[in-house]
């Protein structure tokens, strides 16, 4: 029994972290209804600015952590201007081809101003198992994972209030339904866009120092991008809390099956299953979870 | 108005200058060269590793021009095409560069075990030699049914039974094996599953028990694997990863509390890509490797001298990595083929058939290594028609936190069955594509 909580545990704690990345879709398409595939690739470039940063100035990480910041909303209003400023009106499927042109582009950037030597990112917490909980309950339970797991939560409840309860939160979801309508009633489409952008940026900076002290600040950060789509898919596109429930969801469901299904079947399954489980979930439920039922007038 | 004298001295001078540049450069132009096509990464996933291996590729092609002017008089040239360790771009810089110049280019090295599969049926038909150090298909040691591909030094399996016995050593003899619980921690790839047949005849040999676990690509969340592990409670744990899996694999062993000390990697797990990125979690960790780190040898001396002295070398930060001196030695060992082609066919710029006599006819002992400045970094080579490889050892280091410490000698796994199963495999994959195994000569 005491496995299979271990299993779980470990899931739902992974979970967490793919939810961190999908947080950073759920925003730019919430104020765009765009699926903005270069989001892994500015995970990437957050993280690798700021242990850039760090390692050519000897900074400590609270001034790497607002200078890198301050460079992630750079990207986020350069964006703007550039990229999606021209394709106002356009069709999403043509936003959407130019995220993928700007997901090429932020990768090859950061390799060339950061090169592409692996770089330790140290936030001073050891991914180790917490002795208490070893002790009293045999469980392995991950100090990282934990921290990982709050910051998330206070990532979510601020998102959370920052939609729901602000004037700017408000306009997003406006821009997010109708761009002419939302211009129309005096919604400053360019300053949303650079203002969600540069939160998206935010959210990539934040999941690509969890990742990056977890695994090492390197290429392989733009994968975890892969991690976060079934998340999206099963917890609705539109909702934050369904980036987090979906993500709580795929990472116990992809552990368990790796785990009591995998043996059967030669193992190596987990990287699959979440994509086969939100499949299954798109039959059911094909606006995920949370997301916003739309029922178009024909 | 006269020209003041300064102004007609400097006018001299740059006439003099021009002249003398002028020919020496028309002396450079003139020297035959032998180009080396380069299928080489930077960027991307596994671009870290690229540029470490082709970091010291080039700097040492730059020390033979630099230092020696050349192989006997014939300069090297070289063109890097990126191909981002992908199978398709791979094939598309080998179709580059093998028309690139008359005599071809050289000899590839692929660096990558699915680029070398895409291009195996072309080697042959191009007349172009692969050289795959320490990757690639491993019954390609047997050089009557793969004439065109050298995987030099050791292939996979000589790694696996290097491993294995390792371990022995460590346990106290192969006899202490009996009864032990060893894991396979794979890349989920046929990469990662080239040890497979022979780590499962080991167990069957010494009696350990064997779990093999697979971790999906890339590898960079491995809790499960980890966990599976943990209640299997393995004796030791070997890591058969590359890239971001490695650095994974050694967090989440120390998040599941299983030591260090008990896990050894193959050479492709063993560099500072992986040890730097996992930070103190690597510490105590083993692995193999082909050629030894460290800057302490004279040849790294000659090129921090002649290429980074003179402004001409890569990033120096790389200097001395088990990557960059790796790709050093496979640099080394392409121009010593060129060298020993010549020796036939006369020196002047060598085409691929003559440099495939070249690698199939490589002697380098000790005294050669050492006068060529590699002293203990690698061990001696000698390849024949039956043994495309030429060395089958491997040597352990340890992690002590800030850098790779030696932890064994050369050593050789099982020799004797990892050269039944080369050739019994070989000889399949003859009979499957109606090749008839004989030596090919000059």
Redesign the interface.
Known sequence: MS?FL??LI??LL?GV?YSLVALGFVLIYKASGVFNFAQGAMVFFAALTFTGLQEAWQLPLWLAFVLTLGVMVGVGIATERVVLRPLVNQPQITLFMATIGLAFFIE?VA?LVW??????L?LGL????IEAV?ERFNL?V?K?DLVAALVAGALVTVLAVFFNKTRIGRALRAVADDHQAALAVGIPLKQIWAIVWSVAGFVALVAGLL?GA???????????AL?ALPVLILGGFESILGAIVGGLIIGAA??LA??YL?QYV???????FAYALALLFLLIRPEGLFGERHIDRV | MKTPWFQRSLAAAAFALAIVGGVATDAVAQQPTQFIGITGY???????N??AFFGGFIDYLNLVNERDGGVNGVRLTWEECETEYNNTKGVECYERLKTKVATGPTAIHPMSTGITYAILDKAPVDKIPLITMGYGRTDATDGRVFPWVFPLLSNYWDNATGIVKFIAEKEGGEDKLKGKKLVLLYH?SAYGKEPQPVMEAEAKKLGFELK???????G??Q???W??I??YKPDWVVLWGW??MN??AL??A????FPREKMVGNWWAGSE?DT??????ATGYYAATLALAGKNYPVVADIEKFVYGRSKGG?A??VGTVLWNRGMAAAMFTVEAVRKAQEKYGKKPMTGEQVRWGIENLDINAGRLKSLGFNTMLPPVKTSCTDHGGAGVVRFQQWTGTEWKIASDWMNGDRAMVRRMVEESAAKYATEKGIKPACMGS
């Not at chain 1, 050891?126 to 198992?129: A, H, L």
């Not at chain 2, 930077?42 to 671009?47: A, L, N």
């Not at chain 2, 120390?254 to 509390?257: C, P, V, Y």
């Open positions: 496995f271990e299993v470990g899931g992974a972290m090859g390799q090169g592409t030597n692996i770089r330790r140290d050891q991914d180790e198992p070893m392995l991950s990282f990742w977890r695994n090492g600040v390197q290429f392989a950060l733009t994968f975890v991690k992809e552990k790796e785990v995998g030669g193992g190596g399954i987990e990287g699959w | 930077r960027v991307g996933p596994y671009g870290a690229g540029a989920d093999m676990i697979p971790v999906p690509h890339p960079n969340e809790q499960s694997q966990l599976q943990r209640q890239g971001v650095a994974t967090q989440t120390q998040k599941t509390g890509v730097q990125a996992a930070g103190p979690a990033d930060k790389l």
